[in-house]
């Protein structure tokens, strides 16, 4: 069946930095997801995309989508502690519609130390 | 906040029990899912309900079952409770024909002992 597989499993930066998290389905998907996931709350949308190679940009948070529509990547800059949780992408299982629900990844947890 | 309701926040279960959890969904979403996610992992698909019929099924047995009701509120309930289903459940709703965004719930916390 379909997968969804996300690196790092966990990412560790000095507040300031830099991070990305990775995402790659085993199948082609008609749009990803992400969703962040505080420690104790449940998983937040944070954004949809739908078109092959697209990029997307709120504030430090930018999306990508890439050419095969397989893969995709979150990047933040400068990271912040109101950034920590775990970043989750998903998939449609099927070429949309909804009706199979969404395929998670495991996530990645950021974790900021000051 | 999302709007999406559930209760109970947290339940303690034994093994072989059943157990009924509840959602209300959002104003306006007449699709609900559910979601389980265990301990470090990502959620995973139960089922979705659209127009009080299920609608989407992922890998779970048939002792998960749930209902959708006219307002749109939803119930999961699984029968036997096994230790392996001790996870956060998540509900989620959205509007059919309006992207597949889920709004998920603060979730019930069971624990299967």
């Known amino acids: 069946g379909q997968q969804v597989m996300q690196i790092p499993q966990y990412q560790h930066v000095q507040e300031g930095e830099d991070f990305t998290t990775y995402c790659n389905s085993s199948?082609?998907?008609?749009?990803i997801q992400w969703y962040k996931q505080r420690p104790g709350g449940h998983p937040v949308f944070l954004i949809q995309?739908?078109?092959?190679?697209e990029v997307k940009k709120q504030k430090r948070l930018t999306f990508q989508f890439g050419e095969a529509k397989k893969n995709s990547s979150l990047h933040i800059t400068a990271t912040q502690t109101t950034d920590v949780g775990t970043y989750f992408c998903?998939?449609?299982?099927?070429?949309?519609?909804?009706?199979?629900?969404?395929?998670f990844g495991k996530g990645t947890h950021l974790i900021i130390q000051p | 906040e999302t709007g999406v309701t559930q209760s109970p926040t947290h339940l303690i279960k034994t093994r072989g029990q059943q157990v009924t959890l509840r959602c209300s969904s959002q104003?306006?979403?007449?699709?609900v899912s559910w979601y389980q996610q265990a301990l470090g992992q990502g959620p995973q698909f139960i089922f979705q309900?659209?127009?009080?019929?299920?609608?989407g099924r992922g890998n779970f047995p048939p002792r998960f079952s749930g209902l959708q009701f006219p307002n749109y509120s939803s119930e999961l309930n699984v029968n036997a409770l096994e230790l392996d289903d001790s996870a956060l459940y998540l509900c989620?709703?959205?509007?059919?024909?309006?992207?597949?965004?889920?709004?998920f719930g603060s979730g019930t916390q069971l624990s299967v002992l």
């Open positions: 995309l739908v078109k092959s190679g």
């Open positions: 104003s306006g979403h007449n699709t």
């Open positions: 199948t082609t998907l008609s749009n």
């Open positions: 989620a709703s959205r509007s059919q024909g309006f992207g597949e965004k889920l709004f």
């Open positions: 998903a998939g449609p299982k099927r070429s949309g519609g909804g009706a199979d629900g969404l395929t």
């Open positions: 309900y659209y127009r009080e019929e299920e609608n």
